[in-house]
């Protein structure tokens, strides 16, 4: 997983003021932002939230489960 500073979050599409204030609808939890995916991982959930043109989608029926050790 990679962590991408405030401007290269900027260039990719994603405000990160925006990533500041996300949690995860299911455990209204922290997302850790991997920018090398494209998506919002909630560790606590175990859930991957993608990212479309710079937009989270922030719905668990979206989410991708992420395997054991991810």
């Known amino acids: ?33 991997d920018a090398e995916a494209g998506e919002l991982i909630s560790r606590k959930a175990g859930l991957a939230y993608p990212i479309r043109d710079g937009i989270p989608i922030m719905l668990v029926s979206e989410a991708r489960h992420l395997k054991d050790g991810a």
């Open 1 to 33: 997983m990679t962590t991408e500073s405030p401007s290269a979050s900027r260039r990719s599409g994603v405000d990160p003021k925006l990533l500041e204030i996300l949690v995860c609808p299911a455990t209204h939890g922290p997302l850790e932002y």
